[in-house]
C-alpha cells in the first residue's frame, strides 16, 4: 500500500502565562516531535490517556491548529505550508468526526441543511445530496426535515458521518466516534465505518482510549504518552507483544470477567500523570515505570524499530515482553486484598 499520510517531527507547544503582564511562565509541549505513516485504504489507531495530546494531533491534521515545528504530508505535499486557496482545495480530502455528534451538529439547522454544508461551502450542485448521503449511512430520507434534537444519538453519529463523506474525501480523522454511544450502538456504528471503508476506499485515523475498540477497526496501532509517541506497530504486534511498559499497563487495565478477585498490577504502576508543565527527564514514563533504571530517568529513549514493522521508545524494549510478564504472574499469584 502506499502512503497517505507522512508526518515528521510535528511538534506543538503553548506558553502558559501568568500575572497581570502575562508573562511567559513555562511551555507545554502538547506534541512532541511526533513521525508516523498512514497507509491508504488502512486504519490506524491513535492510543492514550486523555491530556496525551491526541486531539491535538488532530486538529493539526485537520488544518485547525497550526503545528510549531515539523511537517505533514498528504499525497506527497506539505499542507502545512499551503496557501488560503491551496488550502481550501485539500479541505475536501481531509474530514473529521467528533466525539460529541450533538455538539457537531448546527442545533438550529435541519438535518437536510447540514448535509448540504459542504456542498453550497465549495459551490457544488445541492440536488438530491442529502436524502443520497442519509442513504449511504443507512438512514431514512425523511429525517432531511429533522432538527439534530429529534433524533437518536446513534442517528445523529450517522449524520456526522454522512456529512464527513459528502465531498468523497481520501482520509478521515475518527476523534473518539462512538464514545458517546451506548454499547450495542457502537458496534452498528464501527461495522458502518467498516463497510464504508471497503465500499469507498477509505484511510481512517482512529483516535481513542479504548483499546477494545481500537483492537477491533486497527490495522496498525500507534501509542501515545505526554505527547510522544511511545510504541507503534500492527495491532497484532502491538497487542500480542507490547515492547514499552506503558502499552502493558494500558493492557492490563482493560476490564476483565475471568479472575475479578485478583489485584490487577495496573493498579500499583498507573499512578499519577506528572504536569506537562514539569515533565520528567530522560525518559517521560520513568516516575511510573515498574522497570525504570538510572538510565531511564537521565537519557530519553529514541524510537526506534526492534522488530521488522515494530518501533518502541524504550532502552530495555527488547526484555519488556519478558519482564512484565513475569511481573504479572507474581501479581496473579496473590490473593485480593482490599484497600
Same mark, same amino acid.
Request: charged share 25%.
Given at each position: ?112 441543511? =447540514? /448535509?448540504? @454544508? $459542504? ?9 438530491? &445530496?442529502?436524502?443520497? !448521503? #442519509? %442513504? ?36 478521515? =480523522? /475518527?476523534? @473518539? $466516534? ?9 458496534? &452498528?456504528?464501527?461495522? !458502518? #465505518? %467498516? ?55 494500558? !493492557? ?88
Amino acid at each position: 500500500m502506499t502512503t497517505l499520510l507522512s508526518i515528521e517531527g510535528l511538534r506543538k507547544e503553548y506558553p502558559v502565562r501568568s500575572g497581570l503582564l502575562r508573562r511567559t511562565v513555562g511551555t507545554v509541549k502538547a506534541v512532541d516531535g511526533i513521525s508516523l505513516e498512514i497507509k491508504r485504504g488502512s486504519t490506524f489507531g491513535l492510543l492514550g490517556e486523555s491530556g496525551c495530546g491526541k486531539s491535538t494531533l488532530c486538529y493539526m491534521i485537520l488544518g485547525l491548529d497550526t503545528p510549531s515545528a515539523g511537517s505533514i504530508l498528504f499525497c506527497g505535499k506539505d499542507i502545512t505550508r499551503l496557501g488560503y486557496r491551496e488550502r481550501k482545495a485539500w479541505r475536501k480530502d481531509i474530514q473529521p468526526v467528533f466525539q460529541d455528534p450533538y455538539g457537531a451538529l448546527p442545533p438550529r439547522m435541519r438535518v437536510g441543511r =447540514v /448535509l448540504e @454544508e $459542504p456542498f453550497r461551502i465549495h459551490g457544488l450542485d445541492t440536488t438530491n &445530496r442529502a436524502a443520497t !448521503l #442519509l %442513504e449511504r449511512v443507512n438512514l431514512p430520507p425523511g429525517l432531511v426535515d429533522r432538527y439534530p434534537h429529534e433524533v437518536s444519538g446513534g442517528q445523529r453519529q450517522r449524520v456526522v458521518i454522512a456529512r464527513a463523506l459528502a465531498l468523497d474525501p481520501s482520509l478521515v =480523522v /475518527l476523534d @473518539e $466516534p462512538v464514545s458517546a454511544l451506548d454499547v450495542s450502538v457502537q458496534a &452498528r456504528v464501527l461495522d !458502518l #465505518l %467498516e463497510s464504508l471503508q471497503a465500499d469507498l476506499e477509505l484511510t481512517y485515523l482512529f483516535v481513542s482510549h479504548d483499546l477494545g475498540v481500537v483492537r477491533y477497526v486497527s490495522d496498525e496501532i500507534g501509542v501515545m504518552y505526554l505527547g510522544e509517541l511511545v510504541e507503534r506497530g500492527s495491532a497484532e504486534a502491538v497487542y500480542g507483544n507490547a515492547l514499552h511498559p506503558y502499552t502493558w499497563t494500558l !493492557l492490563w487495565a482493560m476490564p476483565s470477567l475471568r479472575q475479578p478477585h485478583l489485584r490487577r498490577r495496573s493498579d500499583q504502576v498507573r499512578g499519577e500523570q506528572p504536569s506537562p508543565l514539569n515533565v520528567p527527564s530522560g525518559c517521560k514514563f520513568s516516575t511510573r515505570c515498574p522497570l525504570a533504571t538510572d538510565k531511564c530517568r537521565e537519557e530519553r529513549p529514541p524510537l526506534r524499530e526492534v522488530m521488522p514493522g515494530h518501533w518502541a521508545a524504550c532502552h530495555y524494549a527488547e526484555e519488556v515482553p519478558r519482564r512484565m510478564r513475569d511481573l504479572k504472574s507474581e501479581t496473579e499469584g496473590a490473593e485480593y486484598e482490599p484497600g
